[in-house]
């Protein structure tokens, strides 16, 4: 059993639809990360949050961090075939301490 | 961002024989790196720790004998496994983080194959 539950685990699109991954726990993280990698590559940090509450936008995609630190989703508005991936989300329960990933959502967007 | 550089992108070897990786970070001193596995189709298993100057922590499960880590300078961390087998072909990535915070910075990872 994973600390940290993603959903769905493989998720195909069209370009222009919106999707939502989902990140979850019954632990409490001082702060999430989520990462999208592509094959062949390592991670590529998307953001970082911190905040119970916190939303972030980066262009289309969207993140909020539950109120309790234990949850998190990733919003996408209208995909594009770029935002195909592997979509990870990574927890870290004090600062400096190592993350503990989730099982990744893989992403396909057809154009 | 900070620069992580990992080589070998990708190496092949004959069973039996020792594969070294190297990681290092090229525009900041990371304090601390980290090596993850990678199976195909899913995410990133954390191996070890590794703080500069100290032994690596290792993960349960992971025999330290086996996959030795040395992290000898503020920008480089390496990784031998040794004695490969083709069950331990995979990706393997690293990580680097600074002394503050606790962001990682990733490698492009290494994909070893075992004949």
């Known amino acids: 059993t994973q600390l940290l539950e993603q959903s769905p685990q493989f998720l195909s699109i069209q370009e222009g639809e919106n999707l939502t991954v989902y990140c979850n726990s019954s632990s409490v993280f001082s702060s999430l990360q989520w990462y999208r990698q592509e094959p062949g590559e390592g991670p590529v940090l998307l953001v970082t949050?911190?905040?119970?509450?916190e939303v972030k936008k980066l262009k289309r995609l969207t993140f909020q961090f539950g109120d309790a630190r234990k949850d998190s989703s990733l919003h996408i508005t209208a995909a594009q075939p770029g935002d195909t991936g592997l979509y990870l989300c990574a927890g870290s329960k004090a600062a400096g301490n190592k993350l503990t990933f989730g099982g990744g959502t893989r992403v396909l967007v057809k154009p | 961002g900070a620069v992580v550089s990992q080589h070998p992108s990708w190496v092949i070897c004959k069973s039996g024989t020792s594969v070294k990786i190297e990681c290092r970070s090229l525009?900041?001193?990371?304090?601390?790196m980290f090596w993850y596995r990678q199976f195909p189709k899913q995410s990133l298993m954390l191996m070890a720790t590794s703080n500069e100057g100290s032994k690596a922590t290792y993960e349960q499960g992971v025999e330290k004998d086996k996959f030795l880590i040395n992290h000898a300078s503020l920008t480089l961390s390496t990784l031998t496994v040794t004695s490969a087998h083709p069950e331990d072909s995979s990706f393997y990535i690293c990580s680097a983080s600074a002394s503050q915070g606790n962001i990682q910075y990733f490698g492009a990872g290494t994909r070893l194959s075992v004949l």
């Open positions: 525009d900041f001193q990371a304090t601390t």
């Open positions: 949050v911190v905040t119970g509450g």
